[in-house]
């Protein structure tokens, strides 16, 4: 499988919504402002990738600093182009690599997305916890380490809002 699989397409459908976590020493979102679009390469988990494979061009992404101080919700980005094959898996001098993955039956996939706004404020980890209208939300779950994960649409919304985003997203799909 080279890239994912073919689906029903609706130019109709409202957007799903996602989160996507980058360590901004790696990606940054003022990275993906000063190039305008950029893949998502190097996820190594199933998960994951298979909620890559799902995604659509248009969906909106919660671009997402991790490992950082403070950690949150940094800006909006939308997908750009929709999951295929993620080239560093079969080059050995990547960090990517996986000796197990076959051209003809790649394992990872990636993603473009391109810049719909940097937030004018961060929305924290700590703030997205303190919010009982985003309970419920992934991230906020002990354990989910997830780097791609689904977000409902009232969350993204929401954290929008916060942040004083000039992106109006709907409450609900």
């Known amino acids: 499988m080279t890239t994912a699989p073919k689906r029903e397409r609706d130019s109709k459908r409202d957007p799903s919504y996602w989160l996507m976590k980058s360590e901004p020493d790696e990606f940054s979102i003022d990275d993906l402002v000063k190039k305008g679009r950029g893949s998502w390469d190097g996820v190594r988990n199933y998960q994951a990738r298979n909620h890559m494979c799902a995604m659509r061009v248009g969906d909106i ?6 490992s950082t101080d403070p950690i949150g919700v ?9 999951a295929y094959t993620d080239p560093t898996q079969f080059d050995p001098k990547s960090e990517y690599y996986d000796p197990k993955s076959k051209k003809d039956a790649p394992r990872w996939m990636m993603v473009d997305v391109e810049i719909v706004e940097k937030l004018p404020r961060i929305v924290t980890l700590a703030e997205i916890k303190d919010d009982p209208e985003l309970a419920g939300m992934l991230v906020t779950k002990k354990g989910m380490r997830l780097s ?22 709907p409450r609900s799909t």
């Open 74 to 82: 940094v800006g909006l980005a939308r997908v750009a182009r929709e």
């Open 61 to 66: 992404v919660l671009f997402y600093h991790s």
């Open 148 to 169: 791609v994960q689904p977000v409902e649409a009232a969350h993204a919304s929401r954290i929008a809002k916060h942040a004083g985003a000039k992106t109006l997203l």
